[in-house]
């Protein structure tokens, strides 16, 4: 995309800095968005191998900016086929993820997850929650529902291409599923669009043979509210393509909790529905969550006025920036 200035904008031009044209590259690979910036080819890189970081940190051409995390990565669940429908089947996969090598992996750029939503949106409270990495007790619940080295579950992980973060999560979470001796998990990457066209067909038959049992999701907060995590992923009337229901979690008691705080405007009110929301939600292993990003961005140092969004990650501000 490459933007223009505008020199009728209601907001002025205060200073003779600005930039006249902003040209924003779409570059998936991660590998490659560091080589350009390094290289002098890019000003600002939003998506690149979080072991760059210590590379960056020391190059004194790089400036790196970091901000509070809000966006939160699942693998989501299917719900409503076969082995993930059953609660001891998505409890065991979140037993089985080794979380504290996943956030070694990615460089700290992650917070151990508390759950759907960040606690500062639940009034900086955490839902309980008793998932740790446990491969015994993942075995022992996969057994209980029926599965072991005779009879393996065999699940199916859709990710979005060329995104690290997500691939990382999965092969960790393969790793783990392996060690139970009673599961295996096959990943597949794939564009955005055709992710989301096979959910949308998958709900015309709901037919357990051609099931995905995870899908990879980053959910930002599109508002500054739980709602914006709870009724988009959770909610039973988000089932589809038209928000981020995709896997078909249903849970009355959580649909009347969200509809409630939705309509509540008391907020200490609305937080409480929320937390119970959230914590019913924890306990039905709906997802397994693997933590909350932390804001980071790779900038040229001699580009100045940048600063982290408070919400929306990765927006970018561009009418402050400048070259110095």
């Given at each position: 995309?490459?933007?223009?200035?505008?020199?009728?904008?209601?907001?002025?031009?205060?200073?003779?800095?600005?930039?006249t044209?902003?040209?924003?590259?779409?570059?998936p690979?991660?590998?490659?968005?560091r080589?350009?910036?390094?290289?002098?080819?890019?000003?600002?890189?939003?998506?690149?191998?979080?072991?760059?970081?210590?590379?960056?940190?020391?190059?004194?051409?790089?400036?790196?900016?970091?901000?509070?995390?809000?966006?939160?990565?699942?693998?989501?669940?299917?719900n409503?086929?076969?082995?993930?429908?059953?609660?001891?089947?998505?409890?065991a996969?979140?037993?089985?993820?080794d979380?504290?090598s996943?956030?070694?992996?990615?460089?700290?750029?992650?917070?151990?997850?508390?759950?759907?939503?960040?606690?500062?949106?639940?009034?900086?409270?955490?839902?309980?929650?008793?998932?740790?990495y446990?491969?015994?007790?993942?075995?022992?619940?996969?057994?209980?529902?029926?599965y072991?080295?005779?009879?393996?579950?065999k699940?199916i992980?859709?990710?979005?291409?060329?995104?690290?973060?997500?691939?990382?999560?999965?092969?960790?979470?393969?790793?783990?599923?392996?060690?139970?001796?009673?599961?295996?998990?096959?990943?597949?990457?794939?564009?955005?669009?055709?992710?989301?066209?096979?959910?949308?067909?998958?709900?015309?038959?709901?037919?357990?043979?051609?099931a995905?049992?995870?899908?990879?999701?980053?959910?930002?907060?599109?508002?500054?509210?739980?709602?914006?995590?709870?009724?988009?992923?959770?909610?039973?009337?988000?089932?589809?393509?038209?928000?981020?229901?995709?896997?078909?979690?249903a849970?009355?008691?959580?649909?009347?909790?969200?509809?409630?705080?939705?309509?509540?405007?008391?907020?200490?009110?609305?937080?409480?529905?929320?937390?119970?929301?959230?914590?019913?939600?924890?306990?039905?292993?709906?997802?397994?969550?693997?933590?909350?990003?932390?804001?980071?961005?790779?900038?040229?140092?001699h580009?100045k006025?940048?600063?982290?969004?408070?919400?929306?990650?990765?927006?970018?501000?561009?009418?402050p920036?400048?070259?110095?």
């Open positions: 995309m490459l933007l223009r200035k505008f020199d009728g904008y209601w907001g002025g031009w205060r200073q003779a800095k600005h930039f044209a902003v040209n924003m590259l779409i570059i690979e991660a590998s490659t968005q080589l350009m910036l390094e290289k002098g080819e890019l000003d600002m890189a939003m998506k690149f191998p979080t072991e760059a970081l210590p590379a960056f940190q020391k190059n004194p051409d790089v400036q790196v900016a970091r901000g509070q995390g809000l966006r939160v990565l699942y693998l989501r669940l299917q409503a086929a076969p082995p993930t429908s059953d609660g001891r089947v998505r409890q996969i979140n037993y089985a993820f979380g504290a996943f956030r070694k992996a990615t460089e700290g750029t992650y917070d151990p997850p508390t759950g759907p939503a960040p606690a500062l949106f639940l009034g900086d409270w955490s839902p309980k929650f008793p998932y740790t446990d491969p015994a007790k993942a075995k022992m619940l996969l057994q209980g529902a029926g072991g080295e005779g009879r393996k579950a699940l992980a859709d990710l979005l291409i060329a995104t690290p973060d997500q691939r990382k999560a999965a092969e960790i979470l393969q790793a783990g599923l392996a060690a139970t001796g009673a599961a295996e998990l096959e990943i597949r990457e794939n564009e955005w669009p055709v992710m989301l066209k096979y959910n949308s067909e998958w709900q015309k038959t709901r037919d357990p043979a051609t995905h049992h995870l899908f990879g999701l980053f959910t930002p907060p599109r508002v500054p509210d739980a709602y914006a995590y709870l009724w988009y992923t959770y909610h039973s009337k988000a089932i589809g393509a038209f928000a981020r229901n995709v896997m078909n979690y849970n009355p008691k959580v649909d009347d909790l969200l509809d409630r705080a939705a309509a509540s405007t008391r907020s200490a009110e609305k937080i409480a529905f929320y937390r119970q929301a959230t914590q019913i939600i924890v306990d039905d292993a709906a997802d397994l969550f693997v933590g909350t990003q932390t804001k980071v961005y790779a900038l040229r140092k580009i006025g940048f600063y982290v969004h408070p919400l929306w990650f990765p927006t970018v501000t561009v009418y920036l400048h070259r110095e």
